[in-house]
């Protein structure tokens, strides 16, 4: 059974987005932009919600071709185009970059992706992750906390129906006062 890791950058109060989608608080130092690219290698598929996916595409296609890239941010979007990635979405039609769009129910196909053999999933997007939480679906979760309050926005957790107790498994700092906690559910 594959494994559902859920992580992001988000806000000392909760928000992965200010209001109005700003994440301008969200600029990572050079080794957190490496902490997340590396995570990249050992993720066999990755999950959007559409309103993250088209976030990602829209810059991540391209920007090893921009003139001001750097060697990390080049890596970076080369390993993002050739990562297997699913999105789910009933409002648009098309994706590119190794991606496969799924219309339908998103919890029975996580579901089944979990079910098949293969390599660990990350998933991304408030509203699909706050679907698979509330599924019971997400094995992992990764929060890098930065220190800034924006009071509203987008939460990174949803209501639940029920308690999900977590076990810290690891902590590191980064520059910039930014805290990564990794978190396992317990089964």
Avoid: C
Avoid at 4 to 31: F, R, V
Avoid at 101 to 123: F, H, N, S, W
Avoid at 131 to 146: F, P, S, T
């Amino acid at each position: 059974m594959r494994r559902l890791t859920y992580g992001m950058n988000l806000t000392l109060d909760g928000y992965i987005a200010a209001p109005g989608d700003d994440i301008g608080w969200s600029g990572p130092s050079d080794e957190l932009f490496q902490f997340w690219s590396d995570r990249l290698p050992a993720t066999e598929l990755t999950l959007y919600g559409r309103k993250l996916w088209q976030t990602m595409s829209s810059y991540w296609h391209t920007a090893d071709q921009q003139p001001h890239a750097t060697p990390a941010e080049s890596e970076f979007a080369r390993r993002w185009r050739d990562k297997a990635k699913v999105v789910f979405s009933s409002t648009i039609d098309k994706v590119d970059w190794n991606t496969r769009l799924v219309p339908g129910d998103a919890v029975a196909e996580i579901t089944r992706l979990k079910a098949e053999d293969g390599g660990p999933m990350d998933i991304g997007g408030a509203t699909l992750a706050g679907a698979a939480m509330r599924a019971g679906l997400i094995d992992e979760y990764v929060i890098a906390a930065h220190p800034v309050l924006v009071g509203g926005g987008t939460p990174f957790f949803t209501a639940l129906d029920s308690w999900v107790r977590l076990n810290l498994v690891e902590t590191r700092t980064f520059p910039g006062g930014v805290v990564v906690t990794r978190y396992e559910t317990k089964r």
